[in-house]
């Protein structure tokens, strides 16, 4: 597309072989599926609308996803244009209640067959049917924490639940960590026998085995690092420290990809009730630009059919060049190179995390180009100085070329350091150098 910039590089059509070249190049592996080269980018449903779903949101929903109402750059560009194509179902599509013989089950027949609640979810294949229609894949979920179940751990129930995938014609697959189905080297066995390639996302909360890869074992697509992201900043910046640990050790990679759960833009007062009291425009930015920069799946869940809201903040999450910093992979995930030795605590989970931060992520195999983040998150702005010697793999210090991402536009050229960057309460600055 040309509304992304060219060093992104064409990650979107590239053959996953290609890009195993790159990580073989580390010493690493990823899951050969050929899906997730890049972080994988769509809307799911559980952030704001937690339990209320239905076949109905889910389909408005997706035709949200391809409507091209708005503009980026004055063309009419749909979400799906950006790259948010999956359409991802979460918990409570299950008929809930009990099942077997001795009524055991909470959601499966005693053959293992997952059972759907058939007045919500009418035809989940007409549902798949519409996405693939739109140019869109969908998502399911599966091992629910909703009447989650404790013994349901025979292989029957994982292969109820791969042949109910395949026979729905979802594409991806969400795998929580609640229930007693937790083996997702099983999964992935199951699922590569069907000769389908399906996304799969580790939800195992970065704390529930498995949870993490190595560097040569990864059955899954992307991972999740934490818990529950809620729509407060506190939560935010707490779940974004869980990635980290990954970042230098090349843990999230193409194909691998660490994940501090969903984004929370736009979605207040959503499923985590009194703590959802909501994202700042400068909170938000800063939400966002973490997210990219460190190379995070980018996973909306705002009502994106609510005019309201996604005028609030469609010049955020539709801005091309911070999703093109996500989806560029040059060796590195993106992470902290510089973080304060001062901590602030933050409101509603007395989170403590360093008053500022500055994140990278190199942009070119020869260290010529980078992004940087400076965070900010003491309660009142900052000035600060972004030093180009510190930038790890960069070899720029004389005549850098700075561009501001969020408002687009090129800023100059600067030696040594761009002095002075002032940075508000909360918020986030992002920058593209280049020599």
């Avoid at 229609?133 to 629910?144: I, P």
């Avoid at 999740?224 to 939560?235: A, E, I, L, P, Q």
């Avoid at 985590?272 to 920069?293: P, T």
């Avoid at 460190?294 to 996973?299: A, E, F, G, N, R």
Wanted: a negative charge; glycine letters at 10%; proline letters at 4%.
């Amino acid at each position: 597309s040309t509304l992304f910039p060219s060093w992104a590089g064409n990650f979107r059509n590239m053959k996953f072989r290609g890009v195993l070249g790159l990580i073989l190049a580390n010493s690493a592996f990823a899951k050969d599926n050929g899906m997730a080269i890049t972080p994988p980018m769509g809307w799911r449903s559980w952030n704001l609308f937690g339990a209320d779903v239905s076949q109905e949101l889910i389909e408005s929903i997706m035709e949200g996803m391809v409507d091209r109402s708005r503009t980026v750059d004055g063309k009419p560009t749909s979400l799906c244009d950006l790259g948010y194509c999956d359409v991802g179902l979460d918990d409570n599509w299950q008929a809930c209640g009990a099942y077997g013989d001795n009524g055991e089950f909470t959601f499966h027949t005693d053959d293992g067959t997952p059972i759907v609640n058939e007045e919500l979810f009418p035809d989940m294949k007409a549902m798949t049917d519409k996405a693939h229609d739109l140019g869109l894949t969908a998502g399911w979920y599966g091992n629910n924490c909703i009447c989650a179940e404790s013994n349901t751990d025979e292989e029957k129930f994982y292969a109820g639940d791969v042949k109910a995938l395949v026979d729905f014609g979802f594409d991806g697959v969400k795998l929580d960590g609640c229930g007693s189905q937790l083996n997702l080297e099983l999964y992935d066995e199951l699922i590569n026998a069907t000769g389908k390639a399906i996304t799969m996302e580790n939800c195992h909360w970065g704390r529930a085995p498995p949870f993490e890869p190595t560097l040569d074992w990864c059955p899954w697509n992307f991972f999740r690092t934490s818990g529950d992201v809620r729509s407060n900043y506190g939560s935010v910046m707490s779940n974004l420290a869980t990635t980290y640990k990954y970042a230098d050790s090349l843990l999230s990679r193409p194909g691998c990809w660490a994940y501090p759960d969903m984004l929370e833009i736009g979605c207040d007062h959503g499923a985590g009730n009194d703590v959802d009291v909501g994202l700042n425009e400068q909170e938000s930015r800063s939400h966002f630009g973490s997210w990219a920069i460190i190379s995070s799946p980018l996973t909306i869940s705002m009502d994106i059919n609510n005019s309201t809201i996604m005028d609030e903040v469609w010049d955020l999450i539709a801005n091309p060049e911070a999703i093109a910093v996500n989806q560029a992979w040059f060796g590195h995930p993106g992470g902290p190179y510089i973080t304060s030795d001062k901590n602030v605590t933050l409101d509603y989970d007395d989170v403590v995390v360093p008053t500022n931060q500055y994140l990278y992520k190199p942009l070119a195999w020869d260290g010529s180009k980078v992004a940087v983040l400076i965070m900010n998150s003491e309660n009142e702005e900052r000035t600060f100085d972004l030093k180009f010697e510190d930038i790890p793999g960069f070899k720029g210090e004389q005549g850098v070329k700075a561009r501001c991402v969020w408002g687009r536009k090129d800023m100059g050229y600067f030696d040594n350091a761009l002095e002075g960057v002032q940075v508000e309460a909360h918020d986030a600055r992002f920058f593209v150098l280049e020599v």
